[in-house]
């Protein structure tokens, strides 16, 4: 059981370390989208790659003409609650196993 609890914890961690990075990137993500940054940055660029294939998805599924995307607010709720449900669960059956 020690050996589970450990697993369990420590991918528990990983993957509220991974979400808060999503999350993260698409903060910086829709700060850059208020100052129009150049394109060919790497750093943008990389960020923009990260971002926009959930962005994406999400726009997909939100009415057109609001006038403000709101798809970097959806995604950064919906990974909010991914940690809290998933990630903060495996931790605490990780504790319970011990």
Do not use: C, H
Not at 34 to 47: A, D, G, K, L
Not at 80 to 94: C, D, F, H, I, P
Request: proline content about 6%; glycine content about 8%.
């Amino acid at each position: 059981m020690f050996v589970l609890s450990n697993l369990l914890e420590g991918v528990g961690n990983l993957l509220v370390l991974v979400l808060n990075l999503y999350m993260l990137a698409i903060f910086i993500y829709a700060v850059m989208s208020w100052v129009s940054p150049n394109p060919y940055n790497p750093f943008v660029r990389f960020i923009t790659n990260v971002s926009e294939p959930v962005l994406g998805v999400i726009r997909g599924f939100l009415p057109r003409g609001l006038g403000i995307d709101l798809s970097p607010l959806i995604a950064i709720g919906i990974i909010y609650l991914t940690r809290k449900v998933v990630a903060e669960s495996l931790l605490q059956m990780g504790r319970q196993l011990q």
